[in-house]
């Protein structure tokens, strides 16, 4: 199919159309060549439609009404010839295919229209057009009304110079048409400069041998080519249609429109009607000419609104931020509020971007009416792209304004059935009112002290404070660095490190277990925590690459202690979403355990709620996989997230490690979280483990709710592998043999 379609390229219409015109300049000048030319060229063109339509196969039926419509028309003069006469059967047929040419023209506008909203400049031009189409029936009533003889040929006349008006209007106002539209539109206007010419003459249409017919023959065969042209599937689709031009092209095509009553006067002067009385051109040609002008400010005022205000929130923009930091006097200084959400990307990446772009709005409407509540209408709230917002308000009102937003972001926001989480971070710079700022340096700053909230945690304001900068400078640098570290061994940049924090039985103090931490040992600034680095390599889209350097290094720690000859205690290895959108974890993992000979009981692996994950996300069969071949599942964080439950429906789930937030509540006699979360995981079969045990009361307490095992500062502070190993896991019985090393790690024993 593919073959036949390529095999008829657009040149082939091109040697055709040079075809069409040379016979058609043969059947002006040599009227022999008429007569035959009017019987074979309609029936060449029918042959075209259906031979366009069987190699290109476009959607819909549009193509089959043509090929009817120009069956019907092709009919007529074969019709005139076996008759001997024009008016009558023939003049029908003709009738019928202008009727169903009619019919396609309106099944097009109306798919062009559904869907689009109504504008105040849609209104107008149908204003317009409504104007010139009651002319039309105000002539055509005169016409009939003076009784005069030939009414048809008025009519048939006035509704061509009508169609003519709306059919270029059509073609100034759309944008990049296809050739075929081209062709097939060329094709009309021939069609209707042809009709209105016999109808001049009186006729419905013309006699074989007549001249006119050096319009009616190119006009046929141009709708046959335009159906061969590998373009025309996209003829009559509604993309097409919807493809506008910008106002100028809009209002440029209503200028035919203008001229159309003039035209309507001309042709009942030509048919000698009695038309309408001489004023009524002049007033009519004025009401369009008015409504056009109408028509032409509401475009201008829609473009300059757009160009200083954003499409989808409808907040001011860039520009319009601009314009109101010129405008507004700073009386008492002014301050601006850069505000970023915390968790956009996660959304847009689980749930797509129309939830992206709703939770965009809401977002939206708890600014604006933050800002005026606090602000009393003195503040500017704009967006600047994507998910960040700023407003601009009198230093007056700022601070109390960023803590509304943060906390008006704080509350979870309902899109569609979901529960988002948006959390917003804040960066404020201030401007005084004796010493203004160009709007540049106010947003730089804005977003370094943004910036700094991010780094704190997100979720809180920040004032802009010059020593930030370097904050941002050294970052910068490191998140340089963090691509380099893991691309390799890149020694000047330092090494990671996996540390080991023991995890124990409460009750009685044994360790059954680490779990598996990773630091960067950086040359100018010693033993980084995550903290100082794991945002970095997310922002630098470097998760799957670390978890899978930290797997690497564990595991071959593991085969290593276990050549070693000692104690065989599991170790949990975090991951994060990246590892678990990929559909060959599994298989990755227990090819690396494999290859090192460790058990699958040794590895433990723990996932987070904080990363939620798509709907779709292979990771459910992935651990299930890996639960099943022995590699125990951990939830981590728990009792923080939204989702809790249904992890625990969707994943493979044995340990729930209770987030620190929660086990620090309970020497406060807040226990109800963890009793309660204790109760339910006995009920399903699992067991707890809590994060962050820092005093022996907690620990105490965490017995009495039956919370099993325990892993914080209390037992044990992470530690180097090696002093882990020689601490908890008893003294290496024997050396192994030297290994292969993880990207970014240094080789260790
Ligand atoms: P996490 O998974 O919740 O890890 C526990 C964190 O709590 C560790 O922080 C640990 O040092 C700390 N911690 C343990 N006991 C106590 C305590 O009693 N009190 C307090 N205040 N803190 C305690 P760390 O090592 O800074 O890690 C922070 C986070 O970074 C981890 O939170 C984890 O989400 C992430 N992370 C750490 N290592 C890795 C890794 O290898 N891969 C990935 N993907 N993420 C990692
Ligand atoms: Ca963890
Ligand atoms: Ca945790």
């Known amino acids: 199919m593919t073959s036949r379609r390529a095999r008829w390229s657009a040149r082939s219409t ?347 709005l809401q977002v939206r409407d708890r600014l604006v009416s933050a800002t005026r509540e606090v602000c009393a209408g003195d503040g500017v709230v704009a967006r600047l792209g994507g998910d960040e917002f700023v407003v601009l308000a009198p230093a007056r009102c700022a601070g109390e304004v960023a803590d509304r937003l943060v906390r008006a972001l704080e509350a979870p926001v309902v899109v569609g059935g979901l529960v988002l989480r948006a959390g917003a971070s804040v960066g404020v710079a201030h401007e005084g009112a004796a010493a203004p700022v160009p709007l540049a340096e106010l947003l730089t700053r804005a977003d370094v002290a943004m910036y700094a909230a991010k780094s704190a945690g997100g979720g809180r304001a920040v004032d802009f404070h010059p020593a930030m900068r370097e904050e941002v400078a050294r970052r910068y640098t490191l998140s340089g660095q963090v691509r380099r570290l893991l691309a390799g061994r890149a020694p000047d940049v330092g090494h990671l490190e996996v540390h080991h924090q023991p995890l124990v039985e409460l009750a009685s103090g044994r360790v059954v277990g680490a779990e598996a931490l990773v630091r960067w040992r950086h040359p100018q600034h010693g033993l980084l925590t995550p903290d100082a680095f794991l945002a970095l390599v997310s922002t630098n889209d470097l998760d799957a690459e670390l978890d899978a350097a ?25 991951l994060t979403r990246a590892s678990l959108d990929d559909p060959a974890l599994a298989e990755r993992v227990l090819t690396l355990l494999a290859d090192a000979g460790v058990p699958t009981s040794q590895l433990h692996l723990e996932i987070t709620e904080h990363q939620q994950l798509a709907v779709d996300s292979p990771a459910a069969g992935s651990l299930a996989e890996l639960r099943a071949a022995g590699v125990e599942i951990h939830l981590d964080d728990y009792g923080t997230g939204y989702t809790s439950l249904d992890y625990l429906r969707r994943f493979p789930v044995q340990v729930l490690k209770l987030d620190r937030s929660v086990v620090g509540a309970v020497a406060d006699g807040d226990a109800q979280l963890v009793a309660g979360v204790q109760a339910m995981a006995a009920a399903l079969d699992l ?63």
């Open 14 to 360: 091109w040697v055709l159309l040079a075809v069409v015109l040379a016979v058609s300049a043969l059947v002006l000048a040599v009227p022999a060549w008429r007569a035959p030319a009017v019987l074979a060229v309609p029936a060449a063109s029918v042959a075209g439609v259906v031979l366009g339509v069987a190699l290109h196969r476009p959607r819909g039926g549009a193509w089959w009404l043509v090929a009817l419509t120009l069956t019907l028309w092709g009919a007529a003069p074969w019709l005139a010839q076996v008759t001997g006469r024009v008016d009558g059967p023939p003049t029908a047929l003709v009738w019928a295919g202008q009727a169903l040419a009619a019919g396609i023209v309106l099944h097009v506008a109306r798919g062009r229209e559904a869907g689009r909203e109504p504008s105040p400049g849609g209104r107008l031009d149908l204003a317009v057009i409504a104007a010139v189409v009651a002319l039309v029936g105000a002539q055509l009533a005169a016409v009939v009304l003076a009784d005069h003889g030939d009414v048809t040929g008025v009519v048939v006349a006035s509704a061509d110079v009508v169609l003519l008006g709306v059919l270029l209007r059509f073609t100034v106002s759309r944008r990049a048409l296809p050739v075929s539209s081209w062709l097939l539109l060329t094709a009309g206007l021939l069609v209707i400069v042809y009709d209105l010419t016999c109808s001049l003459n009186g006729r419905r249409m013309a006699l074989p041998g007549e001249a006119v017919q050096g319009l009616g023959v190119p006009a046929l065969a141009l709708f046959g080519l335009a159906a061969l042209h590998p373009s025309m599937t996209a003829t009559f689709a509604a993309e097409t249609f919807a493809r506008r031009r910008r106002p100028s092209g809009a209002l440029l095509g209503l200028l035919p429109l203008v001229a159309v009553p003039a035209a309507l006067w001309w042709v009942a002067r030509a048919a000698g009607a009695p038309g309408l009385p001489g004023w009524t051109v002049p007033v009519t040609g004025a009401l369009v000419a008015a409504l056009c002008l109408l028509r032409a400010s509401a475009a201008l005022r829609a473009s300059e609104h757009l160009a200083e205000h954003d499409p989808l929130t409808d907040l001011a923009n860039r520009r319009g931020l601009a314009r109101a930091h010129a405008e507004r006097p700073a009386l008492g200084g002014r301050s601006l509020l850069l505000l970023d959400l915390d968790d956009f990307k996660q959304v847009n990446d689980t749930h797509g971007h129309d939830v992206g772009d709703a939770l965009l």
């Open 550 to 574: 930290v797997l690497q290094e564990v595991v071959d720690q593991l085969s290593r202690w276990r050549d070693q000859g000692r104690r065989e205690l599991p170790v949990a290895v975090n």
């Open 687 to 749: 067991q707890v483990l809590a994060e962050g045990v820092e005093t022996p009361q907690q620990r105490a307490r965490l017995i009495e709710l039956g919370v099993r095992y325990g892993q914080g500062y209390l037992f044990s502070r992470p530690l180097a592998a090696r002093d882990y190993a020689d601490r908890v896991l008893g003294p290496a019985r024997s050396h192994g043999p030297q290994r292969t090393v993880a990207p970014g790690f240094a080789a260790t024993p």
